[in-house]
């Protein structure tokens, strides 16, 4: 089906104003699809011909004013329409599908109980799927929903819903929203409810709703999100201003999610991990609740100020990155956000910006939905929150408030453009904010930050620096392609650090490519000397060599956990450009991960630690590598204290990376477990699934499967599978991944992508590298183009990393034959294939 083109949605703009959708679902009906019908009442400027988008199995019937229109006019997915001018009515009756890949109304049962479970994902076009509607994102209309669905069940939605009786329920009528907000979630869902009280006498009723088989889980953690909820109400209620907007507030926590979550007014949805069931980690809570802050957050920014067109989606996703963390350190327990940040985040979105895919924070071409579909990555995320750091830098913290509520209040309940925030921020600050934008936001590419120290002996035989200068290095070529230089200026810190004392530190404004920092003459030369040292602005930070090596003796003494988590980020980056081994890696690794004290760092380097050597080192050493990890973790148990985050994220460590067949075998089969995870069935699944990649199963598996019954569970078994090193196994896992008519859902294709190549060598995986390249682009159109993108990212054989798998990835992306989603993966995948060429060819494959 053709994607909405921008040039399409501005016209049917100009043309259409829409003035209210009713929409009546009948979920009772099938299984595998529902009824929908649809009013739409709009406004033309003109009787001119436009289109209503419609993506239904059987359309029934169309009436426009009272007159009927034949349904077979539906193609590819829209319905030619020329309105009278002046106010028009559309009715629309359709048979819709239920899908299985997280996009549209999204059906899955829960194997645990046989749960019939529904929810509405409408992001970025799914909504014809469920209703007829014009979707695009300025078009936005009031909704008022009602829904028929079997009587044990409840359902909820953006309106505030009410239980007729006999399965009918009504939503309340909505404030404007943009199509792709809408959305319905029914089934034998359980609740807990809370309230929020406002300072100025506003109560909003708090809900959370999650599958009855995490029943309890979520009655025992309903607490502290409620408080999490609360906290991060009044945050923003007293930042912006402005009063909660939508009514209740529902966060109802769904299976098969293919994002973290979606910011549906008034009904946001999660992905029902985040209702754990095995140990909580430190990490894992500050992760849930980051996620409910920065969902939170779009209540205004995105919600109640929508972009006009995908282009601007920075303006909703920096925005709620940057002020999820900031309500984390400034409202709740989790002081130590932004490390997580560091750690975390900052990692994914340089690593977007090294690909060949790149692109600037805002203004990125978006010429139709599914090229905008390619640019909701770590940029629009990581890299604007990095920005709008430095954008309250530049010009303070209380202009920048005054812009955001100025902007807020401007364009309520409605759309705005990049100009439009631009223009609010100069209001507020007096400056010319639009030359920030085009160095920081309208460039892509990555700065690189290094500090240059030149020494001396002093009279009394110590090394001291005689000069020092922080130099930026402007990228020439983004993408393959030349560029100006941006000239960004950059707001940060430098600190040098030696044996655990922090002999330094300096504020610097990089506002040129050479800044020197003559307060430094005269110091100690320290034996780290770290760039951005705050981790506060965005740029690879480049360690000279000295530092480098130090890291494994220095990087465990560093106090700072920012700096930490800077110095991991920087050294991920080194080992991805080939100006480290892969091997200092797991060196500093070894020596830091046993007293490591932030969650964050803990569980972010291990996972990406032993990401790095499943793909870089050379194929005979890796399980010596992996085995090093695993020691390492096994130190840190030794090390915490026992029933603590630090000796469960140890733990995990060792059973996903230990070579160690009798020690996983025992906690596969519930023995000998860590205290604290004696219960913890997704822990016992690490070792089973580790115990898979080493061909070591022995009934394991079965046993496993027969004690966890549930949806994680059963993904897990999948996983487990298709991680086992033969040839029947491999032939399974791939027909049921690749196969057009599997039936499998997106999160069984991402688990059997996983498994499929974590082991087998290269005379086992080879064959399928040009079978993926065929028929992993051959699910468009059985799969959505939002779980394919990771689906196609799962599958890609980084397994097989010879130049003769980058020679047909090659040749398939010069044809046009895939999909713009699965053409994105394949880029990024390619760029990540390309440097496991480069460190093989530098340090040994």
């Known amino acids: 089906m053709p994607s909405l083109t921008r040039d399409e949605a501005q016209a049917r703009a100009s043309l259409i104003d829409v003035e209210s959708m009713e929409v009546e679902l009948d979920l009772t009906t099938s299984t595998s699809t529902f009824e929908s019908e649809t009013q739409i009442v709009f406004r033309a400027d003109a009787a001119e011909p436009t289109f209503v988008d419609l993506k239904a199995v059987d359309v029934h019937e169309v009436e426009l004013n009272d007159e009927a229109l034949d349904p077979a006019t539906v193609v590819d997915g829209r319905l030619p329409i020329t309105p009278q001018q002046g106010r028009n009515t559309l009715a629309v009756r359709a048979t819709m599908p239920f899908s299985n890949d997280g996009q549209g109304l999204h059906r899955s049962v829960d194997p645990e109980d046989h749960g019939e479970y529904l929810y509405g994902h409408l992001f970025l076009d799914a909504a014809p799927k469920v209703f007829a509607c014009f979707d695009q994102p300025d078009l936005k209309a009031p909704y008022t929903v009602s829904v028929k669905a079997p009587e044990e069940w409840i359902v909820t939605g953006n309106g505030d819903p009410t239980h007729e009786g006999h399965g009918i329920w009504r939503l309340a009528t909505t404030k404007p929203l943009s199509t792709y907000f809408v959305t319905v979630c029914a089934g034998p869902y359980v609740s807990q409810r809370d309230t929020w009280r406002g300072p100025d006498g506003q109560v909003v009723p708090l809900v959370l709703h999650a599958r009855a ?11 502290q999100m409620f408080e999490v909820t609360r906290q991060c109400m009044s945050y923003f209620h007293e930042l912006f201003g402005i009063d909660y907007p939508f009514g209740e507030y529902h966060q109802i926590f769904v299976p098969e999610f293919n994002a973290g979550a979606m910011e549906n007014p008034g ?95 805002a203004g990125s071409p978006a010429p139709d939905g599914d090229t905008a579909l390619q640019n909701f990555d770590g940029i629009s995320y ?140 005269g110091r100690p030369v320290p034996r780290l000397v770290v760039p951005n040292a705050a981790d506060t602005t965005w740029a690879t930070a480049v360690l000279d060599e000295e530092s480098l090596a130090a890291l494994p003796a220095q990087l465990p003494q560093v106090e700072d956990p920012a700096t930490r988590a800077m110095l991991w ?67 840190r148990m030794r090390s915490a204290e026992a029933g603590t985050s630090e000796a469960w994220l140890g733990a995990r460590v060792v059973a996903t990376c230990s070579t160690d067949a009798e020690e996983l075998r025992a906690w596969a089969r519930g023995e000998d477990l860590p205290q604290g995870l004696e219960t913890d069935d997704e822990f016992r699944w690490f070792a089973v699934k580790r115990l898979a990649q080493l061909g070591g199963l022995d009934g394991e598996l079965e046993l496993m499967g027969e004690h966890d019954r549930s949806l994680a569970g059963q993904l897990s078994g999948l996983m487990a599978r298709a991680s086992q090193p033969d040839a029947e196994s491999k032939a399974w896992a791939w027909e049921q991944l690749a196969g057009r008519d599997s039936g499998r859902s997106n999160y069984e294709r991402n688990n059997l992508a996983q498994g499929f190549w974590a082991s087998g060598g290269p005379e086992l995986l080879t064959p399928y590298v040009e079978r993926y390249l065929t028929e992993v682009p051959g699910l468009s159109g059985v799969v959505g183009e939002d779980a394919l993108a990771r689906v196609a990212q799962l599958a890609f054989p980084l397994a097989v990393p010879t130049q003769a798998t980058a020679d047909a990835v090659d040749a398939v992306l010069a044809g046009d034959a895939v999909s713009p989603a699965v053409r994105r993966s394949m880029v990024d995948q390619r760029s990540v294939l390309g440097e496991v060429l480069r460190s093989q060819q530098r340090y040994g494959a």
């Open 213 to 223: 088989s995490l029943a309890a889980e979520l009655e025992a953690q309903a607490p």
């Open 569 to 635: 980020a920087a050294l991920f980056d080194a080992v991805a450009d080939g100006g480290a081994d892969p091997r200092h890696l797991v060196r500093t690794f070894a020596a830091a991960f046993p007293v490591e004290n932030d969650a964050s760092v803990l569980a972010i380097s291990g996972g990406i630690t032993a990401r790095v050597v499943r793909t870089m080192v050379p194929a005979a050493e890796r399980d010596t590598q992996l085995e090093v990890l695993a020691a390492a973790g096994r130190e």
């Open 382 to 521: 990581a890299k604007g929150a990095s920005a709008l750091r430095q954008l309250i830098e530049w010009m303070g913290d209380e202009a920048f408030i005054a812009g955001v509520r100025d902007h807020l209040t401007t364009h309520s309940y409605g759309n705005a453009t990049l100009a439009d925030f631009l223009g609010s921020m100069e209001s507020a600050s007096g400056r010319d904010v639009q030359g920030w934008a085009a160095a920081w936001l309208e460039t892509a590419g990555l700065d690189r930050i290094s500090v240059e120290l030149t020494t001396r002996t002093d009279a009394d035989g110590i090394e001291v620096i005689d000069t020092a200068a922080v130099l930026r290095e402007q990228p020439t070529e983004v993408a393959g392609q030349p560029v100006e230089p941006a000239d960004r200026p950059h707001a940060l810190s430098i600190a040098g650090w030696t044996d655990g004392d922090r002999a330094w530190s300096v504020e610097v404004e990089l506002d040129a490519d050479r800044v020197e920092v003559p307060e430094l003459a």
């Open 267 to 361: 009904c946001v949805t999660f992905r029902d991990q985040y209702v754990f069931q095995g140990a909580i980690t430190r990490e894992g809570l500050l992760t849930r609740s980051n996620t409910i802050a920065h969902e939170m957050a779009h209540m205004w920014f995105g919600d109640l100020v929508t972009p006009v067109w995908w282009d601007d989606l920075w303006l909703n996703e920096s925005f709620a990155e940057y002020m999820a963390h900031r309500a984390c350190v400034g409202a709740t327990e989790f002081t130590e956000a932004w490390v997580d940040f560091g750690v975390g985040r900052k990692p994914w979105g340089y690593a977007a910006e090294r690909s060949p895919s790149t692109h600037p924070v």
